[in-house]
């Protein structure tokens, strides 16, 4: 019965269910038990009316922008946890060098200077330990490719400098 309202099968199994519910819910109000289907009948035609008069947003748009945003934001906690595991795997010499230059945001020269080793040091090691923390989070997950690796470099620089979670 519903189906005569709208040519959607899904729009007329929304309308049949809500007709059965307001019906079950109303079913205190059906005076004669002979005129039942007319009675249920009213109430379906009534639903589909309703149905019809929603203002329904458009889905694709809504869904598409909530779930990229969802997504980059589960990938970029995964990233953090990758990373904060990572940089708990390293020395403590190595974890001290990364501290001062992300979190304390010092210049290799400013390090080498607190360290009292030369700059060419820290400047070697600095890149040892980013291509290493690149590696074993690049283990941790499938390698992206060359435009979200780029990205991914600068998160990796980012969520260092915030520290341990």
Known sequence: MAYRYTSNPNEAEDIAQDALL???????????????????GTIVRNEAFRQHARVRPDPVESVETWEGAEDEQILSTVERAD???????????????IQLRYS???T??????RL???????????????????????????????????????????AAARGPM
């Open 22 to 40: 307001r019906a079950w819910r109303r079913r205190s109000t059906l005076r004669d038990g002979a005129r039942r289907k007319e009675w249920l």
């Open 83 to 97: 990373l904060h595991a990572a940089l708990g795997r390293l020395d403590e010499r190595d974890r001290q060098l």
């Open 104 to 106: 304390e945001d010092l």
């Open 108 to 113: 290799q020269e400013a390090i080498a200077r």
């Open 116 to 158: 009292g080793i030369p700059d060419g040091t820290v400047k070697v090691r600095l890149h040892r330990l980013r291509h290493k923390l690149r590696s074993e989070m690049g283990a941790a997950q499938a390698m992206p490719p060359a435009p979200q690796r780029i990205a991914a470099t600068r998160r990796i620089s980012s």
